[in-house]
T-cell receptor, first 113, second 113 residues
Framework: GNSVTQMEGPVTLSEEAFLTINCTYTATGYPSLFWYVQYPGEGLQLLLK?????DKGSNKGFEATYRKETTSFHLEKGSVQVSDSAVYFCALGGFSSASKIIFGSGTRLSIRP | DARVTQTPRHKVTEMGQEVTMRCQPI?????VFWYRQTMMQGLELLAY????????DSGMPKDRFSAEMPDATLATLKIQPSEPRDSAVYFC???????????FGSGTRLTVV
């Protein structure tokens, strides 16, 4: 079946550190891949997406590249800020017009000043 | 910015009472999801609709939960009777194209005492 596995948290970094949150997927077909972010007390927000192999999604300094050969979609940011503290969810979907999005379990990120 | 509106934001109720949560999807979006989020279980898909027709409600306890879309501007999730284990944050999300991702509301935090 289709599934998403992401790095367990919590992840704690100092401000300006480099961030990587790993995400791998299993899918039959060619899904779109997403990263969502959830700030405390809020709903999930779409952070970035990639719809086909080798696409790079980017937003707010975050990047992720759709790697079909390694079935991965790792989230990276070169220099994190305290305001990036949140829970990050990797997800896949878009197999068909009737398909749902499958979420990973989420990774909590805390940034120390 | 277009947004998904959920009401109420918070609800505290006694065990056995009926609870109704409402969602106004973004105008023009034809797919609506209901998710439940808890610390223990993470994000769980309860049900989703496309063009107001239910596509999958297998994640929902059928004996007490029901989800409907009486019209294109309103989705409802009802729990009757409510139980303490239903305490969670309930999110609604809407979208148009699966490959584009979905927009989440801010959620309804339900506490059943």
């Amino acid at each position: 079946g289709n599934s998403v596995t992401q790095m367990e948290g919590p992840v704690t970094l100092s401000e300006e550190a480099f961030l990587t949150i790993n995400c791998t997927y299993t899918a039959t077909g060619y899904p779109s891949l997403f990263w969502y972010v959830q700030y405390p007390g809020e709903g999930l927000q779409l952070l970035l997406k990639a719809t086909k192999a080798d696409d790079k999604g980017s937003n707010k300094g975050f990047e992720a590249t759709y790697r079909k050969e390694t079935t991965s979609f790792h989230l990276e940011k070169g220099s994190v800020q305290v305001s990036d503290s949140a829970v990050y969810f990797c997800a896949l979907g878009g197999f068909s017009s009737a398909s749902k999005i499958i979420f990973g379990s989420g990774t909590r990120l805390s940034i120390r000043p | 910015d277009a947004r998904v509106t959920q009401t109420p934001r918070h609800k505290v109720t006694e065990m056995g009472q009926e609870v109704t949560m409402r969602c106004q999807p973004i105008l023009g979006h034809n797919t609506v999801f209901w998710y439940r989020q808890t610390m223990m279980q993470g994000l769980e898909l309860l049900a989703y609709f496309r063009n107001r027709a239910p596509l999958d409600d297998s994640g929902m306890p059928k004996d007490r939960f029901s989800a409907e879309m009486p019209d294109a501007t309103l989705a409802t999730l009802k729990i009757q009777p409510s139980e303490p284990r239903d305490s969670a944050v309930y999110f609604c999300a809407s979208g148009l194209t699966p490959g584009e991702g979905y927009t989440f509301g801010s959620g309804t935090r339900l506490t059943v005492v």
